[in-house]
């Protein structure tokens, strides 16, 4: 039974930086795709980032790149994503979310529907 929770939100001014962290357990295979979504009031959930358990390899939307940086330490079960640059447009709930799948798909990895699992989120609010 795979469980995820997010942590690390917080309040935080324009041009600021957090570093949120996803604990993951019970992930039973060796391959996952792991991402990050966030999600506004009244918006579509939306995929950042999303990182291949297996190789590493990472993926990160035209919209955050540069500022948003993702990262995994798998002796931890642990994701992380790392943003810099806080804009009051990236207030949003952020959630984990993993699929058991060998890497991320090049052409879907920000679809939330590829995704099994699911965090409860972090709030992130920039003013």
């Known amino acids: 039974h795979v469980q995820l929770v997010e942590s690390g939100g917080g309040s935080v001014q324009a041009g600021g930086s957090l570093r949120l962290s996803c604990a993951a357990s019970g992930l039973t295979y060796s391959t996952y795709c792991m991402g990050w979504f966030r999600q506004a009031p009244g918006k579509e959930r939306e995929g950042v980032a999303a990182i291949s358990r297996s190789d590493g390899r990472a993926y990160h939307a035209d919209s955050v790149k540069g500022r948003f940086t993702i990262s995994q330490d798998n002796a931890k079960n642990a994701l992380y994503l790392e943003i810099n640059g806080l804009k009051p447009e990236d207030s949003a709930t952020y959630y984990c979310?993993?699929?058991?799948?060998?890497?991320?798909?090049?052409?879907?990895?920000?679809?939330?529907?590829?995704?099994?699992?699911w965090g409860p989120g972090t709030q992130v609010t920039v003013s």
């Open positions: 979310a993993a699929e058991p799948a060998y890497g991320c798909a090049s052409e879907s990895w920000s679809r939330d529907w590829r995704y099994n699992y």
